[in-house]
């Protein structure tokens, strides 16, 4: 890497803003604004240059194979597979993968700080990204935020700081503008902790989502869209509830996700050297996508605290995401009980492991594509990747 340009700095340092974001309405938050990095910001900003092929290209040398369906779908890998702890983390959103990854290259000496989200004291959904260095500290931050979350605002921290050995954990559009400015940050190693990341909200927006949904929003922990077609909600008493997606109250809740996140097309975190999320793994376990050899490095340390299996694939999306367009362009909301039913047979017959996954990018990318071509149709062209336009291809759209 190369060192600091301070002369560069020095200019940005002059043009920090307050307040400004130049993505507008498309700014999805990732902080990079709120430091003198937003210098860069026109190059690096998910919204305003989309760059994810040239990205990977300087991530793990060389662009995803747009013929080999696995990475059209889910970027550039190695390997992929479905895990869990063998001994969870209490209080974990699910075993604690990430958590524990953290914590042992922490503990290694690999890095000197981790980039995570902890959340205020007084609000447990309201994030506080941190430099953690401490076990304590990272284990502070389990739990996802589904809030946006100004992750990179502590670039500055990290460079005033002289560490030069990081891990960050962070979502798409962090990392896209992360990688971007990778080579300003004066590091010796940086090591990328991915999640798949989808439908993102304001604070305001999770607590009408809440309340629109679940039977206790006060006492709610942490939430997840699920494998089997249903909403998971924890309450702080350890009591489960769960909502079916066609139950959801899609006439009231069609506006809450941020502008940003209808414009995204990297729900996989293409630019991660390693990514742990659930969506291509089978209920109860978390799917691992190891990009690159430092991603493989990182794994590595946490391999024998896991049980693993090969991903699996059953069923078939195809029909079930093209009846899905319509459905949620028309903001249709079925009765509780036909959607319970509609979840008990889709959940039996429907797409399971990476075409649950496959089921989950079509649904999105195509609800994205016409959300930017009605919004920003000036933008359509540059702003929607190569495999994006081939994956939304497959359907047909309203207009």
């Given at each position: 890497m190369t060192s600091v340009d301070s002369s560069k700095h020095k200019k940005a340092r002059a043009l920090k803003p307050t307040s400004r974001r130049p993505a507008k309405e498309l700014c999805s938050e990732c902080g990079l604004c709120d430091t003198y990095y937003i210098h860069y910001v026109k190059e690096a900003c998910a919204f305003i240059n989309q760059q994810i092929g040239e990205l990977e290209e300087q991530t793990h040398k060389r662009s995803r194979h747009l013929?080999?369906?696995?990475?059209?779908?889910?970027?550039v890998h190695q390997d992929m597979m479905a895990a869990r702890k063998q001994q969870p983390?209490?209080?974990?959103q699910w075993t604690g993968i990430v958590s524990s990854l953290a914590i042992e290259m922490l503990n290694r000496g690999l890095v000197e700080g981790v980039v995570c989200v902890q959340n205020t004291k007084e609000d447990r959904f309201q994030p506080m990204p941190i430099i953690a260095r401490t076990p304590e500290e990272i284990l502070a931050a389990r739990v996802n935020k589904p809030t946006l979350s100004p992750n990179l605002s502590i670039l500055e921290q990290v460079e005033q700081s002289g560490m030069k050995r990081l891990l960050v954990i962070g979502v798409g559009c962090q990392i896209q503008a992360l990688r971007a400015v990778e080579k300003q940050l004066g590091l010796e190693k940086l090591y990328v902790l991915g999640t798949p990341c989808v439908d993102n909200v304001t604070r305001a927006g999770l607590q009408k989502f809440l309340e629109t949904t679940s039977r206790s929003p006060e006492t709610v922990v942490h939430y997840e869209f699920m494998q089997d077609f249903r909403v998971h909600f924890k309450h702080e008493d350890g009591s489960t509830e769960t909502v079916p997606f066609f139950g959801l109250?899609?006439?009231?809740?069609?506006?809450?996700?941020?502008?940003?996140?209808?414009?995204?097309?990297?729900?996989v975190n293409s630019l991660a050297d390693l990514v742990v999320g659930y969506m291509g793994a089978p209920?109860?376990?978390?799917?691992i996508v190891v990009r690159n050899d430092i991603g493989k490095e990182m794994l590595d340390l946490v391999k024998d605290q896991l049980d693993t299996q090969p991903?699996?694939?059953?069923?078939?999306r195809k029909e079930a995401v093209q009846q899905s367009i319509p459905a949620y362009d028309q903001a249709v909301t079925l009765p509780m009980w036909a959607a319970k039913l509609m979840g008990v047979v889709i959940e039996r017959i429907g797409p399971k492991g990476l075409e649950?996954?496959?089921f989950s990018i079509d649904s999105h990318f195509t609800r994205n594509y016409l959300y930017v071509k009605r919004n920003y149709p000036e933008k359509l062209e540059a702003h929607v990747p190569?495999?994006?336009k081939r994956i939304v291809g497959q359907y047909k759209l309203p207009e």
């Open positions: 013929d080999n369906p696995d990475e059209l779908y889910f970027g983390i209490e209080g974990a109250k899609t006439n009231k809740l069609k506006d809450v996700f941020a502008p940003s996140c209808m414009s995204c097309f990297d729900y209920f109860g376990w978390q799917w991903v699996m694939s059953q069923g078939n649950y996954a496959r190569e495999y994006a």
